[in-house]
């Protein structure tokens, strides 16, 4: 592959926004070019306006690994352009080849110094939330290596959060339910997300003070998928957290 790392942000940043699938990036690419590419498809999307919101944890549950053969935490960034309100419509034709997942959301009530291995993120959290992730790699056959899928954003397409719920509720194996259509078609509990999805969260303060995310005061964390990601298809998607709560999404044609 010819292209140089200067330009792959350019390249992956076409890929979305043109809806074209590229091929995955060559496997030489270190985690640091990786994440360096990464963020410079934020760079490009906000330079045209759009607003960080959050953070989002991937294949922290073996469900996503063996999905798509990664082993290892990634970290991408949210954006309110990806956010789509509980219940509300989204076009399908604006992604390549949608995926759906359940997630559970955690908000961060004050500034974490990444820095500081002491770190309190656990007690900055003022409110969860279940909610599904619309993923879409842009790669083609959503097939990838892990440089190749941090470079690309961790594949963050959409997000949709459901009502928030107070810190303390407990999130310790909690039944997760993804529905299409009235329809059970994918199932997990929050025990699968590296044994509690608080975990998650602990994870990601390393991950950031390595790689450069800053975690706000307000931010969203998505704690990676507790089942299996599956196709995005026309129709009415649910994710249920037992306990926690449900969120609403429609894919609509066109
Ligand atoms: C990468 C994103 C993984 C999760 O929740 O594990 C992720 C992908 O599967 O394309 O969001
Ligand atoms: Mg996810």
Redesign the pocket.
């Known amino acids: 592959m010819s292209t140089t790392i200067e330009r792959i942000p350019d390249h992956l940043d076409a890929a979305q926004r043109e809806r074209r699938p590229i091929d995955a990036l060559p496997d030489t690419l270190t985690l640091d070019d990786a994440y360096w590419i990464q963020h410079g498809v934020l760079g490009r999307r906000t330079s045209r306006g759009e607003r960080p919101v959050g953070i989002?944890?991937?294949?922290?549950?073996r469900a996503?690994?063996a999905?798509?053969g990664?082993s290892e935490i990634?970290v991408?960034q949210l954006t309110d352009a990806m956010r789509i309100p509980d219940g509300g419509a989204v076009a399908l034709s604006g992604f390549i080849h949608p995926?759906i997942?359940p997630?559970i959301a955690f908000r961060l009530a004050w500034d974490i110094d990444v820095a500081d291995p002491h770190a309190d993120i656990e007690g900055a959290v003022d409110a969860v939330a279940p909610a599904l992730?619309i993923?879409?790699?842009r790669y083609r056959d959503?097939r990838?290596t892990l440089p190749s899928?941090i470079a690309?954003n961790?594949?963050?397409a959409g997000f949709v959060l459901g009502p928030w719920r107070p810190p303390g509720i407990d999130l310790a194996n909690r039944a997760v339910r993804l529905e299409v259509n009235g329809a059970a078609v994918a199932h997990g509990t929050t025990a699968a997300i590296l044994g509690h999805p608080m975990r998650a969260l602990h994870a990601l303060v390393p991950v950031a003070r390595a790689r450069g995310f800053r975690l706000h005061a307000g931010q969203i964390v998505?704690?990676?998928?507790a089942s299996a990601?599956v196709a995005f298809q026309p129709g009415r998607v649910s994710a249920i957290v037992a306990g926690v709560g449900r969120v609403d999404l429609r894919g609509v044609d066109g």
Do not use: C, H, N
């Open positions: 989002k944890l991937g294949f922290t549950s996503k690994m999905q798509m990664v990634v991408g995926r997942e997630e992730e993923i879409d790699s959503f990838f899928v690309d961790t594949s963050a998505l704690a990676g998928a990601a």
